[in-house]
């Protein structure tokens, strides 16, 4: 008896070892994922240059600058934003205005989520409110499927919130500078679209929570807990309310000033060095860190759509569907359809990148006084498709790994995961009820 005992605990072990060991494994592919899709985007872009003799130089000739450098500028200026401790002070005051009710909490902190997504980077918006989100739910009573509703309205909602204006994400940023709308026309179409859409999402899944007990005295728990952790915090409003005028102004400049008169990342380095002679002047410390991944990532997919784009294939796509499809309306929901599918298959960077040369096209010729819209659709499409897979939005894999690292226990001591499978029902709900809503806009508005 002891013998079998020993052979079955044997088995046991060699299972455990073997699923250790391949969890492992898909950590550090989950860390070399964004190395390894820049060199694959590199690479694909290389191949196809050789196969359609597409001189590199005249890719790099007419590359994307302005977009790359709006991408770093307003990362950098987060950095000076995060450095006056208002996102924790914020974050801190939803926590205590939720009262630690798990519904609400989810709901107020998906709202926040939007909001800052709309004005600064996304995934810099998620790496503000992440600690004060892990301090809350490890004092908290959750459920993996808590967790895994909280963070799947999440990064939907910094997908929304990144679409809802002109430098919140990427595709946004491309749209910008692509001069198929102006900043302002951008801002007054998408921020109604997206704030709706955001609504409805942050309704829809806090109904999926489920109702609380009369646990009141671990709510008030977790919040002192979050307070007692965060009471240093000093609040630089001296500092931030000169940021907030210099933010105000880019916002101006990018609505007032044509481009061709300043060019959109001009005022974006503009802004940055006036924020930064303020902070300056202010003594403020600034640790002015960002990712060179995402930034390489970036640089990656714009060159992979530039070779793309002149081999005159998406010319030829766009000018077949304008040929097979008459009517106006149908024509564009076909491009949100197969938009947000590419962005869903290949994530959101390459599919702005590579379908922004169809849109132009399609702006060029009987729709093009409808542009305005069809930009804003081109966004949402692409919005819709980036909360479809992990890999597809900006900041998936990064929220991911930073929820895992986590250590978030559910009641039984286990701790929780949430990766590519625990999301994959998520994101086809989170799909559907932004492509559904986007479809029907445009259907009215066109």
């Not at 892990?134 to 919130?161: H, M, P, Q, W």
């Not at 000033?257 to 300043?262: H, K």
């Not at 938009?339 to 399609?362: D, K, N, R």
Request: hydrophobic fraction near 55%; aromatic fraction near 10%.
């Amino acid at each position: 008896m002891n013998n079998v005992i020993a052979i079955e605990n044997g088995r046991a072990f060699n299972k455990d070892k073997i699923h250790n060991k391949n969890c492992s494994i898909l950590d550090k592919l989950g860390k070399s994922a964004p190395l390894i899709l820049i060199a694959i985007m590199f690479i694909a872009g290389s191949i196809v240059a050789l196969l359609f003799d597409v001189p590199v130089k005249n890719v790099m000739n007419n590359y994307s600058y302005d977009v790359l450098v709006i991408l770093i500028v307003m990362e950098l200026f987060t950095n000076l934003i995060a450095e006056t401790g208002i996102m924790q002070l914020l974050a801190i005051k939803i926590a205590e205005l939720s009262k630690g009710q798990k519904r609400l909490c989810l709901m107020m902190f998906g709202g926040m989520m939007f909001l800052i997504s709309s004005c600064l980077n996304n995934i810099t918006a998620v790496m503000m409110i992440l600690p004060i989100v892990f301090v809350l739910l490890k004092t908290l009573e959750v459920d993996r499927k808590y967790v895994c509703v909280f963070f799947a309205a999440i990064l939907a909602l910094s997908n929304t919130g990144g679409a809802a204006s002109p430098v919140g994400d990427f595709p946004a940023i491309v749209i910008m500078t692509s001069g198929i709308t102006s900043f302002l026309s951008y801002m007054t179409h998408a921020f109604p679209l997206f704030s709706l859409t955001s609504v409805v999402l942050i309704i829809f899944w806090g109904i999926h929570v489920k109702k609380e007990k009369n646990d009141g005295a671990i709510r008030s728990l977790a919040v002192s807990n979050l307070k007692s952790q965060y009471k240093n915090i000093e609040i630089r409003f001296d500092v931030l309310k000169w940021l907030a005028v210099v933010f105000i102004s880019m916002f101006l400049a990018w609505s007032i000033v044509p481009q061709d008169t300043i060019p959109p990342e001009i005022i974006a380095v503009l802004g940055y060095v006036v924020a930064m002679v303020i902070c300056s002047v202010k003594k403020i410390k600034v640790r002015q860190l960002m990712d060179l991944k995402s930034v390489l990532t970036i640089a990656s997919f714009l060159f992979f759509a530039q070779v793309v784009s002149q081999t005159g294939l998406l010319n030829l796509v766009a000018a077949y569907l304008q040929s097979n499809i008459d009517n106006p309306k149908l024509l564009v929901m076909a491009i949100m359809v197969i938009t947000s599918l590419v962005a869903g298959a290949f994530s959101a960077g390459p599919a702005a990148a590579a379908m922004m040369p169809v849109i132009i096209e399609i702006c060029k010729g009987s729709l093009h006084a409808q542009s305005d819209w069809i930009a804003v659709a081109y966004a949402a499409a692409i919005c819709a498709g980036s909360s479809l897979f992990m890999w597809s939005a900006t900041a998936g894999f990064i929220l991911s790994g930073k929820v895992n690292s986590a250590g978030i226990e559910e009641d039984s001591g286990n701790k929780v995961s949430w990766g590519v499978g625990q999301y994959l029902k998520y994101g086809f709900v989170n799909y559907a009820i932004q492509l559904s809503i986007a479809l029907a806009v445009m259907a009215v508005v066109l």
